[in-house]
């Protein structure tokens, strides 16, 4: 087995194509914290990079890149922003164009706002969708409140980086533990 196939591969999902996107900068922020725990790999998705033509998870539908990337992880860590109570649509268009490359595979949520909810109402709204993909959810979420004010030319302000430190940290800890027992469970079935 090659160092690669040791490592856990954990897609991180950028939540929007909004040009003036604050939560990128939380995404981004999300992928750099599981570049540095060791045995994972990050993929980082920014849905600006892919193309869904259609509806639907018709082959006509997909982004053979997305859908490689869908195959190939063994877990996904999505940071959404809050559109109107609920989560992007161009997310839930990337999300429904796949369904079985999401089965049984553990997915962590953070959300993003300017307001002081910090995207908690998207990622409620989340929950049921991927739930429906057969994804499994954590419990253990990263809220970026302010979003807008927490970072500063893309890097998160000085008196924020503990905090988020220590609650991206935990919530990859559990995406880690889920990941290898369903991927151990997968591989048995
Ligand atoms: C279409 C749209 C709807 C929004 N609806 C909400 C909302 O319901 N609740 C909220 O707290 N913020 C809302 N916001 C503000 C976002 O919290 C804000 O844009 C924030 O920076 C995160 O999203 P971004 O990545 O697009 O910047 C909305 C923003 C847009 C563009």
């Known amino acids: 087995m090659s160092e690669t196939d040791k490592n856990l591969k954990i897609a991180v999902l950028a939540g929007t194509t909004r040009v003036k996107r604050q939560s990128f900068n939380a995404a981004k922020l999300v992928a750099e914290v599981g570049r540095g ?11 600006k990079e892919f193309n869904f033509p259609n509806d639907g998870n018709d082959p006509e539908g997909k ?4 859908s490689e990337i869908t195959a190939k992880a063994d877990a996904f860590f999505i940071v959404t922003p809050e559109y109107n ?6 997310l839930k268009r990337m999300l429904d164009s796949e369904l079985k490359n999401y ?10 706002s300017n307001g002081h909810w910090g995207g908690l109402r998207a990622v409620e709204a989340l929950v049921g969708s991927v739930r429906e993909m057969g994804l499994v959810v954590t419990y253990s979420d990263v ?6 004010k927490a970072f500063v030319d893309g890097r998160l302000v000085s008196d924020l980086v503990e905090q988020y430190d220590k609650s991206i940290k935990a919530a990859y800890d559990e995406l880690i533990w889920m990941a290898r027992a369903l991927k151990t469970a997968r591989t048995q079935s």
């Open 63 to 66: 982004d053979p890149r997305y």
């Open 143 to 148: 809220y970026f409140p302010n979003v807008d």
């Open 37 to 47: 725990i060791e045995g994972v790999e990050i993929i980082f998705v920014d849905p």
């Open 85 to 90: 109570h609920s989560f992007p649509g161009s």
């Open 103 to 112: 089965i049984h595979k553990p997915v962590a949520l953070a959300g993003a």
